[in-house]
């Protein structure tokens, strides 16, 4: 089996503009994770700065060797208010992509990573039929001022997150959400009710599903039809799905569910972007807890790399196009644990490519220990360490192993 990846493969980290550029504050989630009560740890406050410091990180990223950067372009910076589109926001993002070409590194954006305009709430958000073609329209606007300089994109970040966290258990039932007092503050502040509150990540629904999948397609169109010479794709959470002993049918119906379903909108697009980050074991019930003494990562979910080489496979053989892995990584104290967690992953992604599967890149999740959402800042993804008091980043021993791999373009033949 060859340990070396094709020419032209995009070695690459992951960031989103919420959890690291700090200050997000015409979001919805910015609004809620200040609530008293909420769901979320702690507020995501100036998360790495990296709205200011984005020159000293592309530079870090590409010292350590990597050619490729994945960032999302926040659409509530962008149009604060709907309708009004900020130049000033724009040029940001274009310096942020010239750096990334000055620097030997293709940039890939996400036009929507789990944030969304405050004003975007009061119309309905992501159960209202009218959102697709409002952010076709941001893409579209981002699309014409940027497109010179995008080496890749990706339209929604992670559709079925929704469908894959209640599954898991992660979020109360609907009905008790919206009776949460922190909720009905935030959707009374947005100017909603709390039935009608329909913010990405907890708009869960199978009409939110299809609205999701509509707003992909319209923002493909929309971005095609501004420039069509870079590739445009989605972003779907994929998990790797096992029986337990019973649970063959659950399973099966799940992966359609979870998995499938979304693999078979996206056919006919330039790649999907695979994330992956462990597996989902189910019985016949439901999901069946870790088996005993199984390595935990700081997520909760089981360590197990060889996630990656499973929902690739699974996404070449549904979708029926290429495959980028937009997000793969660990959430763990211990970096030693990183480095074999990628080592693993990777050994996957070779075995794909060594029976023809066309793997085009991957980008570690994340650059940086970054702001976790409801978690908060305790989980460590990162390749680069953060300090909380200064905001000073320093690399870890695994960005540099896997810079190393990155510029060899191969893994070590000893490992």
């Avoid at 053989?317 to 660990?330: C, S």
Wanted: hydrophobic residues 40%; aromatic residues 12%; charged residues 20%.
């Amino acid at each position: 089996m060859s340990n070396k990846f094709p020419k032209g493969f995009l070695w690459g980290t992951a960031t989103s503009a919420h959890q690291v550029e700090g200050n997000n504050v015409y979001s919805d989630t910015w609004l809620m994770e200040h609530l008293p009560g909420s769901l979320f740890a702690e507020p995501s406050g100036d998360g790495c700065d990296h709205y200011h410091r984005y020159p000293q990180h592309i530079a870090m990223l590409a010292e350590l060797g990597f050619n490729a950067y994945r960032f999302s372009v926040e659409w509530a910076r962008v149009e604060p208010e709907e309708g009004y589109f900020s130049l000033a926001i724009l040029e940001h993002y274009r310096h942020m992509l010239a750096t990334c070409h000055e620097h030997g590194l293709t940039p890939f954006i996400t036009f929507h990573h789990f944030t969304s305009p405050r004003w975007l709430m009061a119309s309905g958000g992501w159960e209202s039929e009218d959102t697709p073609g409002k952010f076709a329209r941001f893409c579209e606007r981002v699309t014409q001022h940027l497109g010179d300089l995008v080496g890749g994109a990706c339209t929604l970040n992670e559709p079925n997150v929704g469908a894959l966290i209640t599954s898991m258990g992660y979020l109360p039932p609907a009905k008790q959400m919206q009776q949460a007092p922190w909720w009905q503050a935030a959707a009374k502040m947005l100017g909603t009710t709390p039935e009608k509150f329909a913010p990405y990540m907890f708009a869960v629904s199978e009409h939110a599903r299809d609205i999701m999948l509509a707003a992909h397609r319209m923002a493909y169109n929309a971005i095609k039809s501004s420039r069509a010479d870079f590739p445009v794709g989605i972003t779907l959470a994929l998990q790797a799905i096992q029986a337990g002993e019973g649970g063959e049918a659950y399973a099966n119906k799940m992966r359609h569910r979870l998995n499938d379903y979304f693999l078979e909108a996206v056919r006919g697009d330039d790649f999907v972007g695979v994330q992956a980050y462990s597996r989902l074991r189910l019985g016949p019930q439901g999901p069946l807890p870790p088996e005993p003494g199984v390595e935990l990562t700081q997520m909760g979910y089981e360590f197990w790399p060889e996630a990656l080489e499973t929902v690739i496979r699974e996404a070449h053989a549904v979708a029926g196009i290429p495959v980028v892995v937009t997000e793969n990584g660990i959430a763990t104290e211990d970096d030693s644990r990183r480095q074999e967690y990628i080592r693993r992953a990777l050994h996957g992604v070779a075995n794909c490519l060594n029976d023809g599967i066309d793997v085009r890149g991957y980008f570690y999740w994340s650059a940086f220990d970054n702001y976790e959402w409801t978690m908060g800042y305790r989980p460590r993804f990162g390749l680069i360490s953060v300090d909380r008091k200064t905001l000073e980043p320093t690399a870890k021993p695994s960005a540099r192993w896997l810079g190393q791999v990155a510029r060899a373009n191969a893994l070590p033949a000893n490992e």
